[in-house]
């Protein structure tokens, strides 16, 4: 991906475009698609009430997510600069003003502040190699998974230790620049997760619950929907797209000026949206079959699918595979996270990208502390929106990233002109109006009504 075309300014490429628009479209969706999609899209979508949430989610991804991301990689590849100096530098040649960065700048702490829990969870897909590995689930019951999750967590020690080696992978692998080698990893990664969400389906589908979870997922009871789940499915579109932060910018920044913006968007938006989907298929019935409640937490996943594969024929085979694969799809995403802030500090204090990595990694690992005490020491400690770790996810997902969207669609719809986007958009015509439409009106307007309404 930061291969020769990265900063080479206007039409680039005799490297043949295909293999740079798949790069792009492979990184994107390396980044978007991970524990948002496996974890955290079934909880949130489970404390929520299921059917009206997941509807608002949808209409958020396409009315929303899909124009600001767009956004995003039109204004990621005209800047050509890390997040930060990109909207310094578009932001006075479009609308005269220097204070635009203060987007990007928010886009660089919002990922350092997404990655120092993140990073604690992953650890827990890690963890979860080992256990399925020595054969942890076969057989266990309801109480027995659920009791090895607790006691997990329950020690401080262990999730930090878990944290802290998934922040050392993730460091190495952004200090060395091998984000090339990750790409061949999210080229088999996507479509292996999607067929072992497959295969989980179809166990789920014979569980004799599967219209259970099907009617909790897709029934909408509008009488329990509040502004606050309405945000919390704003929020989720956010960060399942990996929107609102810069990172799809920083990634834009790379991009041949001949790829397609909209089919690349369309591609990444829809694979991370049909993993999304088979999740909550796979893990509701799971949820109603074995007598758990839909609104367990950040534990759910964790509680529900080791029972299913504890039941099913290779069952160690298939849990170790698919914990290896969450913890790559969460892997090529903490890459993204670190992304805005790493690109800044190399470009803005001229430090190598291995000293920028370290910096920033150890930065997020000892914030992450916080999040690792949220489950253990620090469990009772509450305040606003509950522990420590609850505050960074609402904080990061509910408040930052709709913010940094809003701004950057505003951006991108009133303060650039017209041609110039349309120019990067690639066409004049029904798609670009579209587009603009939802730049202008829909987005802003959406994320505004929904934020007044939840947050006062
Ligand atoms: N989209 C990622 C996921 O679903 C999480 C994420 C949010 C992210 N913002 C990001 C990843 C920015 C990379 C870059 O797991």
């Known amino acids: 991906m930061l291969s020769n075309q990265a900063g080479d300014g206007k039409r680039s490429s005799v490297h043949g475009h295909w293999s740079s628009r ?37 209409l958020c991804v396409v009315l929303i997510g899909m124009p600001v991301m767009m ?28 204070h635009w960065k203060l987007v990007g700048g928010m886009g660089v702490l919002a990922g350092v502040l997404i990655l120092s829990y993140y990073s604690v969870v992953a650890g827990w897909t890690l963890a979860y190699i080992l256990k399925s590995v020595s054969g942890a689930f076969v057989g266990a019951t309801p109480d ?28 190495f692998v952004v200090a060395r620049g091998v984000e090339r080698g990750l790409e061949q990893a999210v080229r088999f990664m996507v479509p292996a997760l999607l067929l072992l969400m497959l295969l989980l389906l179809g166990y789920s589908i014979n569980s004799g619950y ?26 989720q579109a956010f960060f399942t797209l990996s929107i609102g932060m810069g990172a799809v910018m920083a990634y834009g920044a790379y991009l041949p000026e001949e790829t397609s913006i909209t089919g690349a968007s369309a591609a990444v938006v829809t694979a991370d949206t049909a993993i999304a989907m088979l999740a909550g298929l796979a893990i509701f019935p799971l949820v109603f079959a074995n007598n758990l409640t839909p609104a367990d937490g950040p534990g759910l996943v964790f509680n529900t699918l080791p029972l299913a594969f504890g039941q099913m024929a290779g069952g160690v085979f298939f849990s170790t595979i698919f914990f290896v694969l969450l913890s790559f799809a969460a892997w090529t995403s903490a890459i993204g996270l670190m992304e805005p802030g790493v690109a800044w500090i190399v470009e803005h204090f001229n430090k190598t990208r291995a000293q920028a990595t370290i910096a920033i990694g150890l930065l997020i690992w000892v914030i992450g502390f916080g999040s690792v005490l949220s489950f253990n020491v620090l469990s009772d400690f509450k305040f606003l929106a509950g522990t420590i770790f609850d505050n960074v996810d609402y904080l990061t997902s509910n408040i930052m990233l709709p913010l940094g969207g809003l701004l950057i669609v505003v951006f991108a719809g009133w303060v650039m ?21 939802l730049a202008r009106f829909v987005a802003p307007i959406g994320i505004l009504i929904v934020l007044i309404n939840a947050v006062r």
């Open 22 to 58: 798949m790069a792009f479209i492979l990184a994107v969706t390396g980044s978007a698609v991970g524990l948002g999609n496996i974890w955290k899209f079934p909880y949130i979508a489970g404390q929520n009430g299921g059917g009206a949430f997941v509807l608002v989610y949808l």
């Open 71 to 98: 956004s995003e990689i039109l204004i990621g590849r005209r800047g050509r600069r890390n997040p930060v100096r990109t909207m310094e530098l578009l932001g006075q040649e479009e609308g005269g003003s220097r």
């Open 144 to 171: 027995a998974v659920g009791a090895q999750f607790g006691n997990f967590v329950g020690d401080w020690r262990l999730i930090g230790l878990a944290h802290t080696v998934f922040m050392a992978l993730s460091i």
């Open 210 to 235: 599967f219209g259970q979870g099907l009617a909790f997922m897709f029934t909408p009871d509008f009488e329990r929907l509040t502004w606050g789940s309405v945000l919390a499915a704003l929020g």
């Open 417 to 437: 002109c017209r041609n110039s986007t349309s120019d990067e958009l690639g066409t004049s015509g029904a798609l670009f109006k579209v587009w603009r439409l």
